[in-house]
């Protein structure tokens, strides 16, 4: 051990040691790594909804490995279903889509009546209102005055020029 001085005086102790100076070791990691792109996921799932607003679909997947693969399913409006059976692999995704059903479109809807519309019913109050029409107030004019030409003469005026040399 020995004294670390400052200006003549004692303040601290420091050890020896040779480890002090040569760097230790991180410990090792909380949590090792892991590459979740090298690492398989198995899985499987699927649902399905149709429901009284008339919305009809589904999906199903699965994943073995490293290939993914799977269908989906929607209603259209016009009457078909639509169905895209896909997979992934290395290569990339890859979809087939085809369509069950025949398409249908309904007729326009054109208005056509029965019975010719009501006639328009006139309203008729209970107590009818008097109209007296606006009040009958004089009428004054504003003053009118007489215009008058107005001639106002124009003068020549003549400044003599002087030569300066």
């Known amino acids: 051990m020995g004294n670390v001085q400052v200006k003549g005086l004692i303040t601290h102790e420091l050890p020896r040691s040779p480890n002090h100076l040569v760097p230790q070791p991180l410990p090792p990691p909380l949590h090792p790594h892991v590459d979740l792109y090298e690492t398989e996921k198995n899985y499987e799932f699927g649902y399905a909804v149709k429901d009284h607003y008339g919305d009809d679909f589904s999906h199903k997947e699965s994943k073995k490995g ?3 693969e799977g269908e989906y399913r929607v209603a259209l409006p016009d009457g078909r279903t639509q169905i895209v059976t896909y997979y992934a692999d290395d290569n990339g995704y890859h979809a087939d889509v085809h369509y069950e059903g025949v398409e249908h479109f ?3 809807n054109l208005y056509h009546a ?11 109050p209970d107590h009818p209102v008097q109209y007296a029409g606006a009040p009958h107030l004089p009428l ?4 009118s005055h007489p215009v008058h030409d107005v001639h106002h003469p ?12």
């Open 106 to 108: 309904p007729a326009p």
């Open 114 to 124: 029965d019975q010719p519309p009501p006639h328009p019913v006139q309203y008729h």
């Open 140 to 143: 004054h004019h504003a003053p």
């Open 66 to 68: 490293y290939m993914t």
């Open 154 to 165: 124009v003068h020549d005026v003549h400044h003599p020029v002087h030569d300066v040399h």
